[in-house]
Nanobody, 121 residues
Framework: QVQLVESGGGLVQPGGSARLSCTVS????????MTWYRQAPGKERELVAS???????LYTPSTKGRFTISKDSAKNTLYLQMSNLIPADTAVYYC???????????????WGQGTQVTVSP
């Protein structure tokens, strides 16, 4: 079983920074992608940033240039460095990975419980 645990959320002032972490545990053969999503009240869940095959990264236009996604394989941890935060960034941030457990197995999406980020004066 795969478990994802997010941390690093909290109250941040506009223009401030924060770093979110997602620690991954469990039996994994391969990871197809590692992704951060977010969801604000009354809004649909939105992709924020992703690391895909080959180590390439993707960002939603609203966060590109302000957010940076990275990973530390030795620590089994995914990060989201957030800078120049604005109130519109307020949301619950979720870690999501696509992982397979054996060769030839189709990847399954796994989700963390989420961590709240609030950007307010």
């Amino acid at each position: 079983q795969v478990q994802l645990v997010e941390s690093g959320g909290g109250l941040v002032q506009p223009g401030g920074s924060a770093r979110l972490s997602c620690t991954v545990s469990g039996t994994i053969f391969a990871i197809n992608h590692m992704t951060w999503y977010r969801q604000a009240p009354g809004k649909e869940r939105e992709l924020v940033a992703s690391i895909i095959t080959g180590g390439n990264t993707l960002y939603t236009p609203s966060t590109k240039g302000r957010f940076t996604i990275s990973k530390d394989s030795a620590k089994n941890t995914l990060y989201l460095q957030m800078s120049n935060l604005i109130p519109a960034d307020t949301a619950v941030y979720y870690c999501n990975i696509g992982a397979s457990h054996d060769a030839g197995e189709e990847a399954t999406n796994y989700w963390g419980q989420g961590t709240q980020v609030t950007v307010s004066p």
